[in-house]
């Protein structure tokens, strides 16, 4: 098997990270609506060079067309309009809720500013994907950024960069191609990382991160369960957990790694799943590295007396009788199987999804809401889909997150765009007397602060009494720094 096209040499070449900073300042000095307009043209472009989107995306994955354009292409769209649009909400100045009585002469607005240059660290499974949905709130946000691709998928990542380099200021988006080196430089070149990958490379970039004092977004790997229930709908139910399972050929980091079902249902859920996955074709997976992890998997299921059913590659493999303990139903195994594990009742079944070290996505399928949704309560993942699987990955709106080994930080939505901004506040104070805390410091001080306290107690009738009590201490410590000051 060949794995994708030869990546280029790893040797970076060095950034010019003063230019690079040059370039954020100005773009992050336009007006929000000027970024928005820029975005807005890119997502044009981008949709203009679909069909090359998919073309790259395909020969360096070796993925279905139909895998990369309901992934790669077509949801992206979307993003581009719902960032320029009430995506940017959050980052319009908002004016701070200050008390006229505690804070008397004042106001104060809270800005959101840049982090300056995000570091954009991305995997090959979803090549155009997962770049745009940070891509995007990052430079709408004012952010330059470094974007280095996986050495595996690099001509998408070019192409991503060109698509974005077309519309933006000189030196605002940076390609950096190259796979460990070039991502330890980013990482030295960056105030805030975004990486997505895999748990290994995932704690060596936050481990580099912390030492050098700087944010990190973590969206690592997972191994999420179905949980089906006895009252599913069981064609539907079949349909999505075999795509959830397979789609992508399985390299999906919320694809479903794990089934478990109610023993009232197994034997027609297996029936029903085996005969839809009999015959289909699946493509194969993207390196000979991943390869070999799928075949490593399925053997140790099988030396532990699994029953293997389908073929690898080229199909799909369910399997059934895997012992718990089975690396297939531990560690990820990012292809194109699915083992099937009965239990005795949901409860069971969310007890083995939450005992794994992952916590990314849960699916629950069932006609009961109620049932579904006390389970959900209690899952331990970022986002739990009932009678759907993976689908909120693509929608900008919904934080995609993970717990223990899928990582920590959110892409998506306003949460994402929290971590690529810092806040600022600033307060004007047109109140022309002294504070009553600054000096002097002494016994009427104390006692004006004691005043305060008993008003911040206060409630009913006697707050007004307190509030009185408070303006007259407010009066009278004025005149005293007033005289002691000499001013006024
Ligand atoms: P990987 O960890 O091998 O590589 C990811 C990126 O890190 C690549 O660009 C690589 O060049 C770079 N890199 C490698 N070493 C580095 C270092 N020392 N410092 C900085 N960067 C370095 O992952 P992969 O094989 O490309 O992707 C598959 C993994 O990604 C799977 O585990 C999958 O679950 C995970 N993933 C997670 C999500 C999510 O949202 N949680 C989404 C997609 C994929």
């Not at 070449?13 to 007006?31: G, M």
């Not at 009932?386 to 934080?399: D, E, Q």
Request: proline share 7%; net charge neutral; glycine share 8%.
């Amino acid at each position: 098997m060949t794995a994708g096209p030869t990546p280029p040499a790893a040797a970076p070449a060095p950034l010019s990270l003063s230019a690079i900073r040059a370039a954020q300042r100005a773009w992050a000095a336009e007006p929000l609506e000027s970024r928005c307009a820029h975005l807005r043209e890119i997502g044009r472009r981008f949709a203009a060079r679909a069909d090359d989107v998919a073309r790259v995306v395909c020969e360096e994955t070796r993925k279905h067309p139909a895998d990369a354009w309901f992934a790669d292409v077509v949801p992206n769209l979307d993003l581009f309009t719902w960032w320029t649009g009430p995506g940017r909400k959050p980052l319009l100045p908002k004016k701070l809720p200050l008390s006229s009585l505690a804070h008397p002469g004042k106001r104060a607005v809270l800005h959101t500013e840049p982090r300056g240059v995000v570091g954009l660290i991305t995997p090959w499974n979803y090549p155009a994907a997962i770049p745009l949905r940070t891509l995007v709130p990052a430079l709408l946000a004012g952010n330059a950024v470094l974007f280095k691709p996986s050495e595996v998928t690099p001509r998408t990542g070019a192409l991503l960069a060109e698509i974005f380099s077309s519309v933006l200021p000189s030196g605002v988006l940076t390609l950096v191609q190259g796979a460990r080196e070039a991502g330890e430089q980013v990482v030295d070149l960056s105030d805030h990382v975004v990486f997505t990958g895999s748990v290994a490379t995932g704690r060596r970039v936050g481990e580099r991160c912390a030492s050098q004092l700087k944010s990190v977004s973590l969206e690592l790997g997972g191994k999420d369960a179905a949980i089906v229930l006895r009252d599913c709908d069981l064609e539907r139910t079949v349909d999505g957990v075999l795509w959830g399972a397979v789609t992508n050929s399985g390299q999906n980091c919320a694809a479903i790694e794990r089934v478990y079902v109610e023993a009232a249902i197994y034997d027609r859920f297996v029936g029903r799943l085996l005969a839809r996955a009999e015959g289909l074709q699946v493509a194969p997976v993207a390196t000979e590295a991943q390869d070999r992890i799928v075949r490593e998997h399925l053997a140790e299921a099988e030396s532990l007396g699994a029953t293997l059913h389908g073929e690898y590659p080229g199909g799909a493999v369910i399997l059934t009788d895997v012992p718990e303990g089975a690396r297939i139903l531990v560690d990820e195994t990012f292809g194109p199987v699915c083992p099937v594990v009965r239990v005795d009742d949901g409860d069971a079944a969310l007890r083995l999804a939450n005992a794994s070290e992952f916590g990314l996505t849960l699916s629950i399928w069932t006609r009961s809401e109620a049932r579904a949704q006390e389970l959900a309560a209690r899952a331990r993942a970022g986002v739990v889909t009932i009678n759907n699987v993976a689908l909120t990955a693509s929608m900008p709106f919904a934080p995609w997150s993970g717990r223990g080994a899928s990582g920590h930080g959110a892409t998506n939505s306003e949460w994402a765009l929290r971590e690529m901004t810092q806040p600022k506040v600033v307060l004007v104070d047109d109140n022309r007397a002294p504070e009553p805390w600054w000096l002097p410091a002494d016994d009427a001080a104390v006692r004006l602060a004691r005043l305060s306290l008993e008003w911040l107690r206060a409630s009913g009738p006697a707050r007004l009494a307190a509030t009185l009590r408070v303006v007259r201490g407010l009066k009278a410590r004025t005149r005293q720094q007033a005289g002691r000051s000499g001013t006024g």
